[in-house]
């Protein structure tokens, strides 16, 4: 069984009102022994920079105080969800974020390809889904080549969340994309990096995770083993949903193990 989230938001993330205090109490009610808030840092966001950002004093002077209070047997760890853009001014402020305050967790995300944002029909105009997911993979493999201080990459493939019904399904064939996700899984590898596993895609309606479970045995076929579980639970109720399905997607790849960190340290444990 899965113990611990390691992608949850709270009222520090723009699309978020949660208290940090129902994510632990939620996170413990459904059985977890650790939880990892994982806020949105997503800079040089384009046409509003203030948009998913939050401030990192604020937030670890409310964490401290938490850790302090609670009287729950839980661990509670302060990650980030960083949002990378290949452009050296925003990677460079990005890292020295990074290095300037103890983060337990980083999850390395693309949310934004060539100043669009696939939530927005305007990605998805004038080019098939195809081509459109084509130019997302890219975008990834650009981001981690320039840039590698994160733990894990979050949600390979979750823009296919946002497909708009009036150009084709929420899914993909992952063979039309094999040569770019094998090029962006191998340096994950290389590079000591991991996966994540967000099953937020689930409770949208969707029957794959981000990524599917396609891809999961690609990483795994290459070698890969550092896979963390997460919600992307944006209010408590969502916490560890659903971990049961994608429990098993994991096992069908072939893990058996999945990670947690806590001061940027890998451990691993027995799914």
Request: charged letters at 30%; aromatic letters at 12%.
């Amino acid at each position: 069984m899965i113990k611990a989230d390691y992608h949850t938001h709270s009222h520090f993330s723009t699309d978020s009102e949660e208290k940090t205090e129902n994510i632990i109490k939620a996170a413990y009610d459904k059985g977890l022994t650790s939880i990892c808030l994982t806020d949105h840092m997503d800079l040089d966001f384009p046409n509003d920079n203030t948009l998913f950002v939050f401030n990192p004093d604020e937030y670890f002077k409310e964490h401290e105080e938490i850790r302090r209070n609670n009287k729950l047997p839980i661990k509670f760890l302060s990650g980030i969800e960083i949002g990378l853009q290949p452009y050296e001014d925003t990677l460079r402020k990005t890292n020295e974020l990074i290095n300037k305050y103890p983060f337990d967790f980083v999850i390395g995300s693309t949310h934004i390809i060539d100043s669009l944002d696939p939530f927005d029909h305007i990605f998805w105009e004038n080019r098939s889904k195809n081509e459109s997911l084509r130019r997302y993979f890219e975008t990834i493999y650009e981001n981690i080549k320039l840039y590698n201080n994160y733990d894990v990459l979050g949600h390979i493939d979750y823009c296919i969340r946002y497909v708009p019904d009036d150009i084709d399904t929420q899914d993909y064939n992952h063979k039309d994309f094999s040569d770019i996700l094998e090029v962006i899984l191998k340096k994950l590898i290389y590079d000591g990096k991991g996966l994540e596993i967000n099953c937020s895609s689930i409770r949208k309606g969707l029957n794959i995770t981000n990524p599917k479970v396609e891809v999961l045995k690609m990483y795994k076929d290459f070698g890969g083993e550092i896979l963390t579980f997460g919600s992307d639970a944006h209010k408590a109720s969502d916490v560890a949903n659903p971990f049961k399905i994608s429990e098993a997607f994991a096992i069908e790849a072939g893990f058996k193990y999945y990670a947690t960190f806590e001061k940027r340290q890998l451990t691993m444990h027995k799914i």
